[in-house]
C-alpha cells in the first residue's frame, strides 16, 4: 500500500511562489499517476495538476495554467508542485494522491490513496 505525505505549504504574500513536495512510502510508484487537489473552507475538493506514471503527459487546471507546474522524480519516489504568481483565491489545503487509472482524472471521487494534506495560505 503507497503511502503519501505532503510538505512545503505555509503562508505567503500574493505573487510569492512555494513549492509543494509529496513523498510516497511503498512500492511502485514510477507506475503510478499523480495529482494535486485543494480544498477551501465551504468549497468542494477540485483538481489542480495532474502527471502520468511517466511524467510525458500533466495537465493544470485552468485556474491555475500558466502558474503552477507538477513534476515526478521517480527515483526519489516524489512528486512536486511548484506554484508561482500566488493569488489569495489559492488559499486551500493542498492534497496529494494516486490513482489506479492510467489516465488523469479531473474527478476527486476517482483517486483512492490520498494524503494528510499541507496548508497554503496567500495574503492579498
Known amino acids: 500500500q503507497v503511502q503519501l505525505v505532503e510538505s512545503g505549504g505555509g503562508l505567503v504574500q500574493a505573487g510569492g511562489s512555494l513549492r509543494l513536495s509529496c513523498a510516497a512510502s511503498?512500492?511502485?510508484?514510477?507506475?503510478?499517476?499523480m495529482g494535486w487537489f485543494r480544498q477551501a473552507p465551504g468549497k468542494e475538493r477540485e483538481f489542480v495538476a495532474g502527471?502520468?506514471?511517466?511524467?510525458?503527459?500533466?495537465f493544470n487546471a485552468d485556474s491555475v495554467k500558466g502558474r503552477f507546474t507538477i513534476s515526478r522524480d521517480n527515483v526519489a519516489s516524489t512528486v512536486y508542485l511548484q506554484m508561482t504568481n500566488l493569488r489569495f483565491e489559492d488559499t486551500a489545503i493542498y492534497y496529494c494522491?494516486?490513482?489506479?487509472?492510467?489516465?488523469?482524472?479531473?474527478?476527486?471521487?476517482?483517486?483512492?490513496?490520498w494524503g494528510q494534506g499541507t496548508q497554503v495560505t496567500v495574503s492579498s
Open positions: 494522491a494516486t490513482t489506479n487509472r492510467e489516465q488523469i482524472d479531473t474527478n476527486w471521487k476517482l483517486w483512492y490513496i
Open positions: 511503498g512500492r511502485h510508484f514510477s507506475w503510478l499517476t
Open positions: 502527471i502520468s506514471w511517466t511524467g510525458d503527459t500533466s
